[in-house]
């Protein structure tokens, strides 16, 4: 589960131990309203940019958890921060930021993942992603549309699945730096040395974006540790990968979206030219042509930029059922100009997209967040249960396992199909299994279904 961290600790703070998260904790007491026109007019004195942060050149590393702190102080109502479990090769934290209403994580609410920074030195991805957390926290109970979508959907953002490459990307070590730190045995220096002295790139470390169990090793993928896409040596061989697993794994991803750079196109599964079409290709291209449409981006099939395997969001679909995207944002390079690589990017005005873009890059991850929220897209549980009663759903053979605690009567849980989405092109029926104490009960449903249990055996604790 998803544990809440308050802004002391993010501050460096001593806090007391944490309680277990229950349906009956408090949330801090804000003004949304003030708070959220505090926090926009901090960041926008005179000269500063549109973007939420005001910003006007490229985050460091120092920066992105500045300015996660910052919204967390600002918005400990809504903003709750935690270290995904495992540490960097290098020993670093990962921190995910959660926004949305309510102090539980165990709700029923489904999720948005939104990921940055996977590859190190495609620097914009990290801006959108820092920005679009911001957006929801200075703009929550101040615009309809996002305190409408926070009451629905729990987004969680990942700004930098992969600090250790990022470091040395913006510290100037390996501009290029594109994969993580695996180098034995692993130091920074060591990282920061692993360069071809004559294109400039990177040899040192796994494409965090081949490490998933999908494909894993398969064409579009490395196999020699010097290929700037290499594999690694197993799938989830990193501990920045199996971060992205478990928090998948513990969560109802309804959407995920990783951001990239530059290929200026929305892309969805599959990646490899000899793999069918996916059984959601409608699904896939409605949400696309949506997102198509705002940030001015076509939707294409992963495979039609360049052959891939073993990605986050092939294995997330392939696995979960979540609809997993990944956007290239546009440009001439991997971190372009900061102007149009990033306000431009996220608010449609960049030379790349004018003219195409409808609200831009910002607009469009609006779009996912609803999407998934849109129960047409994932699907859902009902029952009736007593008040306090702990539901756990998982799935046989998986290390699939989320929790509901009811409110009471009746509850809706959103969640992803149980029948899962093969990769030769058909559905694998499977179902989930909802338990609570005294009762289990097997219940399958696909995407856009509504499936009623029997829970009248269930003994509340």
């Not at 926008?44 to 102080?73: E, T, W």
């Not at 209403?101 to 993942?113: C, E, T, Y």
């Not at 290709?281 to 076509?298: K, T």
């Amino acid at each position: 589960m998803f544990a809440l961290v308050g802004a002391l600790m993010l501050a460096g703070c001593a806090q007391p131990a944490a309680k277990p998260a229950v349906e009956s904790q408090a949330e801090p007491a804000v003004d949304a309203v003030a708070a959220g026109k505090a926090l926009e007019d901090a960041r926008h004195p005179a000269g500063a940019s549109q973007l939420p942060s005001g910003r006007r050149d490229y985050r460091n590393p120092a920066d992105v958890a500045a300015d996660i702190r910052q919204i967390a102080k600002a918005r400990p109502d809504i903003v709750r921060v935690e270290s995904l479990p495992h540490k960097t090769v290098l020993g670093k934290d990962v921190p995910a930021v959660e926004i949305s209403h309510h102090v539980s994580a165990s709700d029923g609410k489904p999720v948005f993942l939104l990921m940055g920074g996977i590859h190190s030195n495609e620097w914009p991805g990290v801006e959108v992603a820092t920005e679009f957390a911001m957006d929801l926290a200075e703009h929550d109970g101040r615009d309809r549309r996002i305190t409408a979508l926070l009451d629905r959907v729990r987004v969680i953002v990942v700004p930098v699945v992969n600090p250790d490459g990022y470091d040395v990307s913006r510290g100037g070590d390996i501009a290029a730096k594109r994969k993580n730190c695996e180098v034995t045995p692993a130091t920074r220096a060591q990282c920061a040395a692993a360069k071809d002295p004559e294109t400039g790139y990177d040899t040192g470390g796994v494409d965090l974006n081949r490490n998933f169990a999908v494909n894993f090793g398969g064409v579009g993928s490395g196999a020699n540790p010097d290929d700037g896409d290499y594999h690694g040596p197993a799938a989830f061989s990193e501990p920045e990968s199996r971060n992205i697993r478990d928090l998948v794994d513990g969560h109802q991803v309804t959407v995920e979206i990783g951001l990239h750079t530059y290929g200026d196109m929305n892309l969805h599964p599959p990646g490899q030219n000899a793999a069918p079409l996916t059984p959601d290709e409608a699904v896939y291209a409605q949400i696309g042509a949506a997102m198509a449409d705002a940030n001015g981006y076509p939707n294409k099939l992963s495979r039609d930029l360049y052959e891939t395997s073993g990605t986050a969001e092939e294995w997330a679909y392939h696995t979960t059922g979540s609809l997993g995207f990944e956007t290239e944002l546009a440009g001439d390079d991997n971190h372009g100009p900061w102007e149009d690589s990033v306000p431009g990017q996220y608010l449609g005005t960049s030379k790349y997209v004018s003219g195409k873009a409808h609200g831009g890059e910002r607009e469009a991850l609006l779009r996912d967040v609803e999407a998934a929220g849109n129960a047409q897209y994932h699907a859902r549980i009902t029952g009736n249960v007593a008040a306090g009663t702990k539901l756990v759903l998982t799935k046989p053979g998986t290390q699939l396992s989320t929790t509901l605690t009811a409110a009471g009567g009746a509850f809706t849980w959103d969640v992803n199909p149980s029948i899962r989405p093969g990769v030769d092109g058909r559905n694998v029926e499977e179902s989930w299994t909802v338990s609570c104490p005294g009762r289990s009960v097997p219940v399958t449903v696909g995407r856009g279904e509504s499936r009623a249990v029997d829970l009248s055996g269930c003994q509340s604790r």
